[in-house]
């Protein structure tokens, strides 16, 4: 279902949207995962209440999912998960206040950070196989290189911001395969043993790893039967052919471009506390970009499932971070 349509739903109509979506084949117990005992259970206060017969417990379909303990309406939820699952370069969570109505801004950034957890992939779930692009990026602030120093003539101004692996931004790493699946994620610095850590733990040993003449990479390939191949950035080389296989790293250079293009023209400002949950984001619409903007959606609803962020969770990561 497409915005508009679930627009026009009644909150009965999303709940029982949600419950197609969530139990195809009948309603889950929450808890114990039962499927033949359930009963639903009339009550004019909750609607779409159920009773599992065997741990006795009672729940809906929001149990166990982001939207657990939530008080806004679940046509609501659905139409946030459309629209964060269609917007190629994200939305911000005070445009999403204003789409959807939302009584504060606190509970629309709340509603972003559980629909981002909900996109999140498990680290080792499903290694990366084939073509992996492996690179590097910073992300942060634009640093000031040149100001005017009589209001005409350009100079460059004293105590100007390193760029690149000087710089004080956020170091983020993506392993993309070609023409597949992404996993971007923060990387605490950018160094021979961070980076073969993160590559030997997210991509299958059978791939064939591509990366740019970084010395940081070196020897990477003894650990792939596929080995390490490389291009030669420095030297002004993108693209060469070894054995009829074209090496490049574009494709991780694309996504970066995206997800920078994200942050600067829709956050205009991330945490690096929660920059993590903005990389989850993006690598779940670029994993999934070839599917229509229903199905993402459709899949993000369903990876919902045994999540759950409180509130709490993401304000003590804001305050940690000005300690």
């Known amino acids: 279902m497409n915005l508009s349509e679930l627009s026009k739903l009644t909150e009965d109509e999303?709940?029982?949207?949600?419950?197609?979506?969530?139990?195809?084949?009948?309603?889950?117990?929450a808890y114990c995962g039962c499927m033949e005992n359930i009963t639903k259970v009339k009550s004019k206060k909750r609607i779409g209440l159920y009773r599992c017969g065997d741990c006795k417990m009672q729940f809906t379909v929001r149990v166990n999912t982001v939207m657990h303990d939530s008080h806004l309406p679940i046509r609501l939820w659905l139409m946030a998960f459309s629209i964060m699952c269609s917007a190629k370069k994200g939305i911000s969570a005070l445009q999403l206040q204003r789409q959807l109505g939302l009584g504060s801004y606190k509970t629309a950034w709340h509603l972003c950070h559980r629909i981002r957890f909900a996109m999140k992939q498990e680290p080792l779930k499903g290694l990366l196989q084939g073509d992996v692009m492996v690179d590097e990026t910073y992300v942060g602030g634009v640093p000031r290189k040149y100001g005017r120093k009589d209001g005409r003539r350009k100079v460059s101004l004293p105590n100007t911001p390193r760029v690149g692996r000087g710089t004080a931004k956020t170091p983020v790493m993506a392993l993309v395969e070609r023409d597949g699946r992404v996993r971007a994620h923060v990387v605490p610095n950018v160094t021979a043993r961070v980076l073969k850590k993160s590559i030997r733990e997210l991509v299958d040993p059978s791939a064939t790893i591509m990366t740019d003449d970084y010395t940081s990479y070196r020897g990477i390939g003894r650990d792939f039967a596929g080995g390490h191949l490389t291009v030669n950035h420095s030297g002004g080389e993108y693209v060469r052919t070894v054995k009829g296989k074209k090496v490049t790293t574009n494709e991780a250079e694309a996504f970066f471009a995206l997800l920078k293009r994200g942050i600067t023209g829709s956050f205009h400002s991330v945490s690096k506390k929660h920059l993590n949950r903005y990389c989850d984001e993006f690598s779940f619409r670029w994993s999934l970009r070839k599917l229509e903007d229903a199905d993402r959606t459709f899949r993000a609803i369903v990876a919902s499932e045994g999540k759950r962020l409180i509130y709490k969770t993401p304000v003590a990561d804001i305050m940690s971070a000005a300690l």
């Open 14 to 29: 999303a709940r029982e949207t949600l419950e197609r979506i969530r139990w195809p084949n009948g309603p889950v117990c």
